[in-house]
Protein backbone atom coordinates (compact mmCIF):
# COMPACT_ATOMS: atom_id res chain seq x y z
CA UNK A 1 0.00 0.00 0.00
CA UNK A 2 1.19 3.54 -1.18
CA UNK A 3 -0.40 6.53 -0.13
CA UNK A 4 1.72 9.68 -2.20
CA UNK A 5 0.62 12.97 -0.70
CA UNK A 6 1.21 16.53 -2.69
CA UNK A 7 -0.13 19.68 -3.61
CA UNK A 8 1.32 21.72 -0.31
CA UNK A 9 3.46 24.73 -0.07
CA UNK A 10 3.45 28.39 0.90
CA UNK A 11 0.46 30.16 0.67
CA UNK A 12 -1.06 33.73 1.85
CA UNK A 13 -3.83 33.96 4.39
CA UNK A 14 -7.01 33.55 3.35
CA UNK A 15 -5.46 31.70 0.31
CA UNK A 16 -6.55 28.23 -1.12
CA UNK A 17 -4.79 24.91 -1.74
CA UNK A 18 -6.00 21.70 -2.66
CA UNK A 19 -3.99 18.61 -1.67
CA UNK A 20 -3.94 15.35 -3.45
CA UNK A 21 -3.45 11.94 -2.41
CA UNK A 22 -2.73 8.82 -4.72
CA UNK A 23 -3.32 5.69 -3.41
CA UNK A 24 -2.18 2.50 -4.65
CA UNK A 25 -2.86 -1.47 -3.29
CA UNK A 26 -5.88 0.31 -1.67
CA UNK A 27 -9.53 -0.44 -2.24
CA UNK A 28 -11.70 2.76 -1.33
CA UNK A 29 -14.71 0.27 -0.80
CA UNK A 30 -13.08 -1.01 2.55
CA UNK A 31 -11.65 2.44 3.28
CA UNK A 32 -12.44 5.62 5.15
CA UNK A 33 -9.90 7.70 3.42
CA UNK A 34 -8.73 10.98 5.17
CA UNK A 35 -6.26 13.44 6.04
CA UNK A 36 -4.43 13.96 9.24
CA UNK A 37 -2.15 17.07 10.37
CA UNK A 38 0.60 17.86 12.67
CA UNK A 39 2.26 21.49 13.58
CA UNK A 40 5.58 21.86 15.25
CA UNK A 41 5.11 20.37 18.82
CA UNK A 42 1.17 19.27 18.64
CA UNK A 43 -0.03 16.05 18.19
CA UNK A 44 -1.02 14.71 14.93
CA UNK A 45 -5.11 15.87 14.56
CA UNK A 46 -7.79 14.91 12.49
CA UNK A 47 -9.28 17.06 9.97
CA UNK A 48 -11.64 15.40 7.60
CA UNK A 49 -12.14 11.89 6.62
CA UNK A 50 -14.73 9.83 3.95
CA UNK A 51 -15.93 7.02 4.96
CA UNK A 52 -16.40 3.85 2.08
CA UNK A 53 -20.00 4.70 2.16
CA UNK A 54 -19.20 8.56 1.78
CA UNK A 55 -19.85 9.57 5.10
CA UNK A 56 -17.90 12.82 5.93
CA UNK A 57 -16.40 13.49 9.41
CA UNK A 58 -14.83 16.74 9.70
CA UNK A 59 -12.97 18.53 12.71
CA UNK A 60 -14.69 21.72 14.08
CA UNK A 61 -11.82 23.79 13.07
CA UNK A 62 -12.70 23.26 9.86
CA UNK A 63 -15.68 25.32 10.04
CA UNK A 64 -16.90 24.63 6.53
CA UNK A 65 -13.33 25.96 5.09
CA UNK A 66 -12.24 22.64 3.93
CA UNK A 67 -13.71 19.97 1.77
CA UNK A 68 -12.64 16.19 0.97
CA UNK A 69 -13.73 13.96 -1.53
CA UNK A 70 -12.30 11.21 -4.02
CA UNK A 71 -11.96 9.74 -7.34
CA UNK A 72 -12.76 5.77 -6.97
CA UNK A 73 -11.92 5.36 -10.17
CA UNK A 74 -8.64 6.69 -9.68
CA UNK A 75 -8.26 6.05 -6.12
CA UNK A 76 -7.28 9.70 -5.64
CA UNK A 77 -8.30 11.65 -2.35
CA UNK A 78 -8.52 15.70 -1.91
CA UNK A 79 -8.69 18.22 0.34
CA UNK A 80 -9.39 21.48 -1.05
CA UNK A 81 -9.06 24.22 1.34
CA UNK A 82 -9.70 27.62 1.84
CA UNK A 83 -9.61 31.00 3.29
CA UNK A 84 -5.96 29.26 4.93
CA UNK A 85 -5.26 31.08 8.15
CA UNK A 86 -1.44 30.63 9.27
CA UNK A 87 -2.86 28.06 12.19
CA UNK A 88 -3.20 25.75 9.38
CA UNK A 89 0.19 26.21 8.84
CA UNK A 90 1.22 22.01 9.48
CA UNK A 91 2.45 18.61 7.70
CA UNK A 92 -0.84 17.42 6.00
CA UNK A 93 -0.86 13.45 6.18
CA UNK A 94 -3.04 11.46 4.04
CA UNK A 95 -4.25 8.07 5.67
CA UNK A 96 -6.53 5.29 5.58
CA UNK A 97 -7.95 2.54 7.59
CA UNK A 98 -10.10 -0.26 7.29
CA UNK A 99 -13.95 0.21 7.57
CA UNK A 100 -15.73 -2.81 7.10
CA UNK A 101 -16.45 -6.12 9.49
CA UNK A 102 -14.77 -9.00 7.74
CA UNK A 103 -11.61 -7.75 6.75
CA UNK A 104 -8.79 -7.42 8.51
CA UNK A 105 -8.25 -3.82 10.06
CA UNK A 106 -5.82 -1.89 9.12
CA UNK A 107 -4.17 2.21 9.06
CA UNK A 108 -2.20 3.24 6.55
CA UNK A 109 -0.04 6.20 6.26
CA UNK A 110 1.55 8.87 3.60
CA UNK A 111 4.99 10.79 3.81
CA UNK A 112 3.03 13.88 4.32
CA UNK A 113 3.09 17.26 2.75
CA UNK A 114 3.96 20.78 4.34
CA UNK A 115 1.62 23.52 4.18
CA UNK A 116 2.77 27.02 4.92
CA UNK A 117 0.17 29.57 6.08
CA UNK A 118 1.98 33.09 5.92
CA UNK A 119 2.05 36.33 4.63
Known amino acids: VQLQASGGGLVQPGGSLRLSCAASGISFSINTMGWYRQAPGKQRELVAD???????LSADFVEGRFTISKDSANNMVYLQMNSLKPEDTAVYYC??????????????WGQGTQVTVSS
Open 95 to 108: YARTDQPGYAYHTY
Open 50 to 56: LTSDDRT
